[in-house]
């Protein structure tokens, strides 16, 4: 469940860059709860380093989810960009936690299911997403009008 970045003080930074436990061929199914980026952010890490399962969510984590990780993309490619350009990597060329084609792949992997609506994973388990209020979601009915709070 979930597939978040680590984010804050250069010691939580670089728990990102660390092998993962097990081998990631070897999930089955990963289940985003939301699209914030300590929830998110790592997958296409994951899905770079062989993850080929899906990815279940709602359709506005989906959503949300495909944004942010295509904005986490382009700052870690800005970040190993400006690395190089001022020298403060041990790392040369420096190299980013993952691209944009990391991030595009990984959208791919998002099989979206409705709230309530049951899935079977892989493992056996079951699968059914409920509203919880954590992130603010846009109003289907009125999605011009911005985000409504519930």
């Given at each position: 469940m979930d597939c978040g970045l680590?984010?804050?003080e250069r010691t939580w930074r670089r728990l990102n860059?660390?092998?993962l436990p097990v081998n990631p061929n070897s999930i089955s199914d990963v289940v985003l709860t939301h699209a914030h980026l300590d929830h998110c952010g790592h997958l296409p890490a994951l899905v770079r380093e062989g993850f080929t399962g899906p990815t279940w969510c709602t359709q506005i984590t989906a959503a949300?989810?495909?944004i942010v990780l295509r904005d986490s993309a382009y700052l870690q490619e800005e970040d190993?960009?400006?690395?190089?350009?001022?020298g403060f990597s041990k790392h040369d060329p420096p190299?980013?936690?993952?691209n944009a084609a990391d991030a595009e792949k990984a959208i791919t992997s998002f099989r979206p299911l409705d709230y309530h609506q049951r899935c079977a994973l892989q493992s056996g388990a079951y699968l059914s997403f409920?509203?919880?209020g954590h992130i603010?979601?846009?109003?289907h009915d009125r999605c011009r009008h911005g985000p409504v709070l519930r």
């Amino acid at each position: 469940m979930d597939c978040g970045l680590y984010q804050g003080e250069r010691t939580w930074r670089r728990l990102n860059w660390q092998a993962l436990p097990v081998n990631p061929n070897s999930i089955s199914d990963v289940v985003l709860t939301h699209a914030h980026l300590d929830h998110c952010g790592h997958l296409p890490a994951l899905v770079r380093e062989g993850f080929t399962g899906p990815t279940w969510c709602t359709q506005i984590t989906a959503a949300l989810a495909a944004i942010v990780l295509r904005d986490s993309a382009y700052l870690q490619e800005e970040d190993a960009e400006n690395a190089r350009l001022w020298g403060f990597s041990k790392h040369d060329p420096p190299r980013p936690l993952y691209n944009a084609a990391d991030a595009e792949k990984a959208i791919t992997s998002f099989r979206p299911l409705d709230y309530h609506q049951r899935c079977a994973l892989q493992s056996g388990a079951y699968l059914s997403f409920s509203r919880a209020g954590h992130i603010l979601r846009p109003d289907h009915d009125r999605c011009r009008h911005g985000p409504v709070l519930r």
